[in-house]
C-alpha cells in the first residue's frame, strides 16, 4: 500500500504564489509516474502537472509557464510551484503516483483558493 500526504494548501491573493508538496510512503516505487490532479466545485478532476521518474514532464495548458512541478526520487515527494495564481486556479489540488490505470493512488486533497 501506498500513502501520499499532501502539504496544507490555503488562501492566495490573484497574481500570488503557493507551493505544494506530497510526501510518499510505503510500497512507492520511484519507477512511479507522480503527479498534481485539481478539481473545481462542479467540475470534474483534471491533470495539472505530472513528471516521470526520468524527468519529463507534462502541464495542463492553462498553467504552463506559471506551474512547475519536480519530484525528488530518493526521498519520494513531488511539489508543485504555482506562481502568478488565478481565480481559475481555485480548486481542491491531489497528488497522484502510480502508473496510470493499472495502480494508482491519491492524496486526501487540498484546498488552494485564490481571492482577493
Known amino acids: 500500500q501506498v500513502q501520499l500526504v499532501e502539504s496544507k494548501g490555503g488562501l492566495v491573493q490573484p497574481g500570488g504564489s503557493l507551493r505544494l508538496s506530497c510526501a510518499g510512503s510505503g510500497s512507492i516505487r520511484s519507477s512511479y509516474v507522480m503527479g498534481w490532479y485539481r478539481q473545481a466545485p462542479g467540475k470534474q478532476r483534471v491533470l495539472v502537472a505530472v513528471?516521470?521518474?526520468?524527468?519529463?514532464?507534462n502541464y495542463l495548458d492553462s498553467v504552463k509557464g506559471r506551474f512547475t512541478i519536480s519530484r525528488d526520487n530518493v526521498k519520494n515527494t513531488v511539489s508543485l510551484q504555482m506562481n502568478n495564481l488565478n481565480p481559475e486556479d481555485t480548486a481542491v489540488y491531489y497528488c497522484y503516483a502510480g502508473i496510470w490505470g493499472k495502480l494508482d493512488y491519491w492524496g486526501q486533497g487540498t484546498q488552494v483558493t485564490v481571492s482577493s
Open positions: 513528471i516521470t521518474s526520468d524527468g519529463s514532464t
